[in-house]
């Protein structure tokens, strides 16, 4: 008899129509009630690694070491690449004196043509000459290196030259010949006593064969004032 009430209760609470028995009313409002908020747990405390020690920057000492290293190692290459450096040199003479000068600062070589002189000039300039419209100054170089004036002859040249927009002639006695010159084959002039000391014209000596010449800076020539100062 209870069990069949009971059955009777259950199905009017599903229908709806009953008073649910208090067991099933628990349930019921269990069911309905909203469910509790978890607790938030709190964080565990961390467990990372201890900060790493900062590496010890190097040393004044080390520093200095390596910067004289790389200077060092940079000097070396200069000084390879200097003594690859090979130039072209036209070789000429002054008298018993051979020279030479480097082919990059030569425009041309004419043979001797009329000069005009020029009023107030130092003793080695041989005067002016009309080469194609431009006026050149010529100077005999031999006379300007404390030689013998050159000559007229079959051999005689002027060496004209050219460098930041200025033209010069150079009256020589004879033009041989274009040689290669590498610069590790360069004596320095003021180490030697075959060239005139403290003479900045003069940019060094190279020996080819049995030939001694003296090298000329042209650019210094250049620079030579053509009137007394």
Not at 15 to 36: E, H, I, S, W
Not at 46 to 53: E, K, L, Y
């Amino acid at each position: 008899m209870n069990a069949l009430r009971e059955v009777d209760d259950y199905v009017d609470l599903l229908l709806g129509t009953g008073t649910p028995a208090p067991a099933l009313a628990a349930v019921a409002a269990a069911v309905a009630a909203p469910a509790p908020t978890p607790a938030v747990a709190e964080a565990a405390p961390s467990t990372s690694a201890p900060p790493r020690a900062a590496t010890p920057a190097p040393s004044a000492r080390t520093d200095t070491r390596a910067t004289d290293d790389a200077e060092s190692a940079a000097q070396g290459e200069r000084r390879r690449r200097r003594g690859e450096r090979t130039a072209r040199w036209l070789r000429l003479r002054c008298g018993s004196q051979a020279y030479a000068l480097e082919l990059l600062k030569i425009r041309e070589v004419v043979r001797p043509m009329p000069l005009l002189s020029l009023r107030g000039a130092v003793p080695s300039v041989a005067g002016v000459m009309n080469l194609r419209g431009q006026v050149v100054p010529v100077i005999d170089l031999g006379v300007q290196l404390g030689e013998s004036p050159a000559a007229d002859s079959g051999s005689t040249r002027i060496i004209v030259l050219e460098d930041r927009g200025e033209v010069l002639g150079l009256r020589v006695c004879g033009v041989e010949d274009v040689v290669i010159i590498n610069d590790a084959q360069i004596e320095d002039a003021h180490a030697s006593r075959l060239a005139p000391v403290g003479d900045r014209r003069i940019h060094g000596i190279a020996r080819i064969g049995r030939d001694v010449m003296l090298l000329l800076d042209a650019t210094r020539l250049m620079d030579m004032p053509l009137r007394p100062q």
